[in-house]
């Protein structure tokens, strides 16, 4: 008896916790999403040793979940089409790519339906993915992405 009363309160806690990440403003999912570390392993392909994320509890539960993000387009060299782009919290000036912030600030983009470039703040929704074994793409993806007007 003891153990469903626990694991109905446990799960409802999981309930509001998942509803709490989908209600979560857009201008705050880069701040949890900052919060990560990364670990030093050995990768056998490049033969030395990279930085590999540490995904917080926070940022795994999110993990498959459609999420809502305020941010910038960075127009990076091989940009294939307004479908799939870099998200950057920052503006292109202060992005990642430019040194200016870390790598946890920006996400690979894959929309549904062109997005058009502006310098300004946009509003995304999207299944957030997240990678912590292919050093040759971002940590964050977004997935099946539209604006939000």
């Not at 570390?37 to 917080?56: A, R």
């Not at 127009?75 to 202060?94: D, I, L, Q, R, T």
């Not at 040194?99 to 999207?126: D, L, S």
């Not at 299944?127 to 971002?138: F, G, I, P």
Request: proline share 5%.
């Amino acid at each position: 008896m003891k153990k469903t009363i626990v694991l109905a309160v446990f799960a409802c806690c999981m309930t509001m916790w998942s509803a709490a990440v989908q209600a979560q403003a857009p201008e705050n999912l880069w701040k949890t999403l900052g919060k990560i570390t990364f670990k030093k392993q050995y990768d056998e392909l490049l033969g030395f040793k990279v930085d590999v994320p540490v995904f917080s509890q926070e940022i795994l539960a999110m993990e498959g979940k459609i999420v809502t993000v305020k941010g910038y387009i960075i127009p990076v060299e091989g940009y294939k089409s307004h479908k799939e782009f870099v998200f950057s919290a920052y503006p292109y000036n202060m992005c990642f790519f430019c040194g200016g912030a870390g790598p946890e600030t920006v996400m690979e983009v894959y929309a549904k339906e062109p997005i058009k470039y502006t310098a300004e703040p946009i509003t995304i929704k999207g299944k957030l993915e997240l990678n912590s074994t292919d050093v040759n793409r971002l940590i964050y993806s977004l997935n099946d992405v539209v604006q939000v007007k």
